[in-house]
């Protein structure tokens, strides 16, 4: 019943949108229906801490690591969403966009949040496909929201690509399926979690093999996984920061989400080396490509979608080693991440809302400006390029003592290296953006106090998580344990 | 009666890559859309072939379901968006049509080794035709990489999808029915989205359409 709850409030806000005329109220309310998958979400996570829940005739059904995700998916979307009243009435009075289509972006906000919770909350492997599918084409609308050219550009990439190689992600599933159904001797096979789970051991090693690689393939493209994530900067930049914000923080999570399912079933059927290899190869492949974009971008919305490789890589990595420490770091870095990420965007589409572009050569003395909002900008990259207090960095550090107890030091040297240089080069970026005196005093928009202190209350979250150990530790723990056999 | 079912499924399956590879030689883009009307329609009779041979009635549904949606919906909007624009032909694909050809033959060799380790696993007359859907997603994906009109890339992205299906009713006699569904509505429903993109760009009249334009990069 909880679990219906979850996907029902969204799912009836859908609805409310559908009948309602937009005005500012519509978009606070999808605000309020967020923060209530929040709260039901961590009601979830203390129910879930010991056994798992069923909902929907055994259709759904809800681990610690489902809990996990449904708070994720929360946090995140309560920031993007309590935006949206904020970022309609500006496009609406600036004449970017109408009441009509304000309308359809709450309305699609709503259909990709509860795309996502259905995706982590359902039982079916299957399912989980499916519903990351349609969050492909829940955003693509998102993206191309603003009608330009680029736009429709960037979403035309990004539902080919998307689409090509989910694809291949299917047909990983249906070998995955395959290989149970023969396991089970022809009779019992459902793609569901626990009977899948329960076939792993007697999966033949050839088809888990090649289904595993093109699970990887296929959902590392949503994810933003090199070799294909060339649709993410495209998308990530044209998209409005609400929806950047939510693509960033947990689209990509939520594709990750199935990997880290699949990982565990490919584990106990092949042992760990084979799952190892395959994700760090895109792991180490994401760090690298996205740590050289990084230096020389020049635009603020793609430097935060490169970033947001970056980090997916550093998860893929950290996955690659498997043991439940290395799996809990990750799960800690998807929070974070999500969160930090949220800022960042959002605070972006304030910086593109005042000075009317992205390009960071053209921006500068935030600071003296905008205290405020360039105060925030620059403690969320601080937060982004993980240093301590923020909980990035206990993640980070999680990870590489992982790596290392697995014997992974390499792996460990690269990626420090890789960070290194992220880290020059966005706080390069950064002080640009934010130093410096430019008077030209007249500025637009002004972020106001409700505004702000949701953005300054998502930092310290992000500080929480990471001096607190509780309650969040044993949330993580148990998560982890259910993918980590 | 088993020699009618292997023989129909034969047919039917040979047909669905026939029909790939028929998708590269012409280059009338509502030529290529009737072709994979045709490809939905054999696809369907697969699936249909093999609920009656093992008295399958999800598979029966499902049969029903993709005939409609692959035979009829599909390639109907398609149609109709390439109308806007009569005579669009692909006129510079990236590789010419008998060099697409050779590669085609190439991928389907290349289908029948990969598909070795897979069928090995539990041959039978269906899996044993199992290479003939691996080669029609090949030659989907090597159409999205080679052709450059905006209703090719779409037909590529449905081959990929017919092979997969083909792939999964020959292997397993479909994934559960939960699954099918939704995957069905989901490629419904990305076709729609496409083709949505495609009239708002309003750029059927040029000849290389979005997919050459380069507004965004690095």
Redesign the interface.
Known sequence: MLLVMIVAIPLAMTLAAMVCPWSPWLGRASGLASAGVLALGIWLSALTMTTPRWGAAH?MRADSLSAFMVVVIGSVSVLATSFTSRTMSQEIASGATTARHARHYVILMQVFITCMLIAVLSA?L??V??SI??T??AT??LV?HR?T??A??????Y??LC??GI?LA??G???I???E??ASG?HV???NWTSLMAAAPHL?P??TR?GFALLVVGYGTKVGLVPMHSWL??AH??APAPVSALMSGVLLSVAFYALLRFRAVVQIALGPTFPRVALLMVGVASLLVATA?LI??RDLK?MLAYSSIEHMGLMAVGAAVGSPLAIAAVLLHVLGHGITKAVLFLSAGEIYQLEGTTEIDRISGLLARRPVLGGIFGFALMSLVAFPPFSLFVSELSMARAEVDAGLSWVVAVSLACLAVVFAAVLRHGRHLLMGSRGDGESPSVLDRSAASMLVGALVVCVALGVLSWPVQSLLWHAAHQVTP | MNTAYVSALDVTAGLVLFAAVMTLWRRGVRTIVSILGVQGLSLSAVALVLAIHEHDTALLVTGGLVLVLKGIVIPGLLLRASRLDPKSRETRPLVNVPASLVAAAVLIVLSYV?SA??TS??PSDATRLVPLGMAT?LVG?FM?VTRRR?VS?IVG?IL??NG?GL??YL??SG??F??EL??S??VL??VV??QF?MV??GRHSDVDV??E?R??R?
């Open positions: 259709l079916n299957g399912v496909w499916i599918e349609a492909t084409i693509t609308f191309s009608r050219s680029g429709f550009e960037a979403s035309w990439k539902v080919i689409s090509v694809a299917f047909l599933t249906v070998l399926y395959y290989g159904l023969h022809g096979a459902s793609l033949d050839r088809v090649l900067p495209d930049s044209q974009m020389a971008q793609r | 990969v380790r897979i696993l539990a997603i994906y999205l905006a890339k992205l990929v999808d997969i792939v999964a292997l397993t994934v559960p939960i699954v939704g995957s509505i989901d429903l990305v989205v496409l993109l708002s760009m979005l997919t334009r507004e965004l690095d």
